[in-house]
């Protein structure tokens, strides 16, 4: 096996180490998801401070400028800024997509990840271009949720993982049980948030839908999403399942740390700070889930322990097997 000169990394979970290239593409992988992320946490800005039509027209910012000029003030600024992170993100999505070309388990989603970036633009525009409707906003919010999660796929994928417990593997159907009710707990939120008063936006348009009832809702597919992370961190513990009940232990701090942040927020009629907050927990919590589908093998190596992430010839210039 060809000497590597410079091991960086251990891999969390196996005996193995990543070299420097390895390392690379799982760190612009995390950047990846960082950034998708990040940017339903801007985005939840620019509507909080009433910044939505900063720019009122799209792709250019006003019908004269690509770019925010100082008569249009802090909304303008606000707007044009949450446009500028889609042009990060879309050169962290390019570098990704050339680190990891050699590698085709890695390069379909990071391909698609880097086509999704200009998809959610249009889709950002044309928010703007309906005058902020409340449906097209919440698509806008829901594709991002969607970018979220196949980065989080990525990102485990640029590192080689121990084979699959058998008695997590028994216990997938209840993660993807915990994933569609995670799924709907975000999509009535959405709904939720498009139907009730609109903190730092007192003109937005809404979808007319009864808030009670929405938010009602809401709460019940909480607590079905709760029931279902106490069902899932049992069920580790009987099956001795460590990396699973760990992961449904972190998703169960974060979904009770997100409904008392909800809670407290409809009770205080949604200041915006607290609004604000509650959307980075719902992406918290989105990751939280994947997590726990992650721990029960989802997607690993064979049964020989052998890595998943490369091909086997690519493996030997990519890992030190630590002996």
């Not at 960082?34 to 985005?43: F, L, Q, Y």
């Not at 990060?88 to 390069?107: D, E, K, P, Q």
């Not at 999704?116 to 633009?121: A, D, E, H, S």
């Not at 992961?247 to 915006?272: D, K």
Request: aromatic fraction near 6%.
């Amino acid at each position: 096996m060809p000497r590597v000169t410079r091991v960086l990394e251990r891999v969390p979970g196996t005996r193995q180490l990543l070299d420097a290239d390895a390392v690379t593409r799982r760190r612009l992988a995390l950047a990846g998801l960082a950034g998708n992320i990040g940017i339903v946490i801007t985005g939840g800005a620019v509507r909080l401070t009433g910044s939505g039509l900063g720019c009122p027209t799209w792709p250019k910012c006003t019908e004269d400028s690509y770019t925010a000029t100082k008569a249009m003030g802090i909304n303008g600024a606000i707007e044009f800024g949450n446009r500028l992170l889609t042009f990060v993100l879309s050169a962290i999505a390019i570098a990704l997509v050339v680190a990891v070309w050699r590698h085709a388990r890695l390069r379909r989603p990071a391909v698609i990840l880097a086509l999704g970036i200009p998809g959610q633009g249009v889709v950002g525009g044309i928010t703007v271009l309906t005058d902020l409707n409340p449906y097209v906003v919440g698509l806008h919010f829901l594709l991002s949720a969607a970018m979220i999660g196949g980065s989080y796929l990525l990102w485990q994928r640029t590192a080689p993982r121990p084979a699959a417990e058998p008695g997590a593997v028994r216990l997938r159907p209840l993660t993807w049980a915990l994933t569609a009710a995670s799924a709907a707990v975000v999509v009535i939120g959405v709904v939720v948030t498009g139907s009730g008063p609109h903190a730092g936006d007192e003109k937005a348009h809404r979808t007319g839908l009864n808030p009670e009832m929405i938010s009602q809702l809401h709460v019940d597919a909480v607590f079905l999403l709760l029931g279902l992370a106490v069902a899932c961190w049992f069920a580790a513990r009987a099956v001795t399942a460590a990396p699973m009940a760990r992961a449904a232990t972190i998703l169960l701090a974060v979904l009770l740390a997100q409904g008392a942040i909800g809670f407290v927020q409809y009770f205080t009629h949604l200041p915006a700070a607290l609004v604000g907050a509650h959307m980075a927990g719902a992406c918290a919590v989105w990751v939280a889930t994947l997590a726990v589908v992650w721990s029960t093998g989802f997607d690993a190596p064979g049964a020989d322990g052998s890595a998943s992430i490369l091909t086997s010839d690519e493996t030997n210039r990519t890992l030190v097997t630590v002996r």
